[in-house]
């Protein structure tokens, strides 16, 4: 049975990261998010009794304004610190937006010196534009001791941290930080989505890491598609003819004959993702609240929804409503349509039994900026099985 461990949930928004973390092992001692309609969701699912939530110590507010010093030695601290600065769909001010929270999530790792940390963030961040504040979060990380002083920019906070690290000098609370691009789809989500992760063990403990290998591959897909039509016969179709574009992708996938299954299994798609759920309808189904057809979707040029038969595009917030073409079905006739609450919570692992509260709009913003669970999941489950008993 898997050893239930204390945590710190930051930056927890309708709480996709934090339920996968929670399914690692992980029982969070403080909850924190600041957004109203992301705390309700949270306690909506609560007073429904929705196992993962039930017990949430849930605080709405600014984490600036929290102490974690009581939190001393916990597990773990996690989160997704607000991502809009580094976004390839934002405005990229990143160090010069006051969204910018990656400098509270460094205080809560200096306070609580945890004996590991998860943070996660957009693509975004890894852009050749913020290559240098990259590695100023990655070494604030690693040496949270060596704190930004009154009047002090970033790029003298940096050198020094550099000077530092260059020393050799590992007194103090230092961390082992490995970094990397995580794609969603490899770790058995519909959805194409890639994340960058942060992890870290406190050195002391001497811990020898590396993120987790895919557990799931395009290749097989592929291979399930159009060498031996499985995933076809699986949702009672006929086998189509292999698309033009992805000829070359089937050879090379042919040529494996199959053999990397032994490995990974295949991307799971829309069609997967969403098997069971009747067709939408405008008025909602007694038991299918959340699944209710939004009127409205059109495709453009760059905005012609998601196919049924691969991950999805990447679910997104937007700043200002929902973006048609990632948050749209692409139907085999080559019709749109919206993808309903409950569809694009599938499409980010969520339960089928967790709720989500606020207007459609809101509900969209809160699905689009969360973590996958399974991703989640899959990450925090490496972290406990590393961290010594």
């Avoid at 990974?264 to 008025?283: H, I």
Wanted: glycine share 10%; charged share 20%; proline share 7%.
């Amino acid at each position: 049975m898997t050893a239930r461990l204390s945590s710190i949930e930051l930056f927890v928004g309708a709480g996709g990261l934090a339920q996968g973390i929670a399914q690692a092992g992980f029982h969070p001692r403080l909850v924190a998010e600041w957004n109203r309609d992301a705390c309700q969701t949270i306690r909506e699912n609560q007073e429904r009794g929705f196992p993962l939530v039930r017990d949430w110590p849930v605080i709405e507010g600014d984490v600036r304004d929290l102490t974690f010093s009581q939190f001393e030695g916990v597990d773990l601290v996690s989160g997704g610190p607000p991502c809009q600065p580094f976004s390839l769909g934002g405005k990229h001010a990143g160090y010069n937006d006051s969204r910018d929270m990656f400098p509270q999530a460094v205080r809560a790792v200096r306070e609580a010196k945890p004996r590991a940390f998860i943070f996660e963030n957009v693509k975004g961040l890894t852009r050749t534009a913020f290559q240098n504040y990259f590695e100023y979060i990655r070494l604030q990380l690693q040496y949270p001791e060596i704190i930004h002083l009154d009047g002090e920019d970033w790029t003298s906070h940096l050198a020094r941290l550099e000077q530092h690290h260059l020393s050799g000098n590992r007194d103090g609370l230092t961390y082992r930080v490995v970094t990397e691009v995580l794609q969603a789809a490899d770790f058995g989500v519909p959805q194409k989505r890639q994340r960058v992760f942060f992890v870290g063990f406190r050195r002391d403990l001497d811990v020898t890491w590396h993120f987790p290998r895919p557990s799931h591959s395009h290749e097989q897909l592929l291979h399930d598609q159009y060498v031996t039509g499985t995933y076809w016969e699986r949702h009672g179709l006929a086998r189509p003819p292999v698309p033009p574009r992805l000829v070359k992708s089937v050879h090379r996938a042919q040529a494996h004959g199959g053999l990397f299954a032994a490995e990974a299994t295949a991307w799971r798609t829309v069609r997967d993702a969403l098997q069971g759920l009747p067709e939408p309808q405008e008025e909602p189904y007694s038991n299918w609240s959340d699944h209710r057809l939004i009127p409205g979707a059109r495709s453009y040029p760059g905005h012609t929804g998601s196919p049924l038969d691969e991950p999805s595009k990447t679910l997104k917030a937007g700043d200002h409503g929902v973006p048609g073409g990632e948050n749209m079905l692409l139907n085999a006739d080559g019709s749109v349509r919206y993808f309903t609450v409950r569809e694009s919570a599938r499409l980010q692992t969520f339960d089928d039994q967790y709720v989500f509260s606020g207007a459609w709009g809101n509900v969209m913003r809160q699905l689009g900026n969360a973590v996958p669970v399974h991703l989640g999941r899959a990450v925090a489950q490496s972290v406990q099985q590393a961290l010594p008993l």
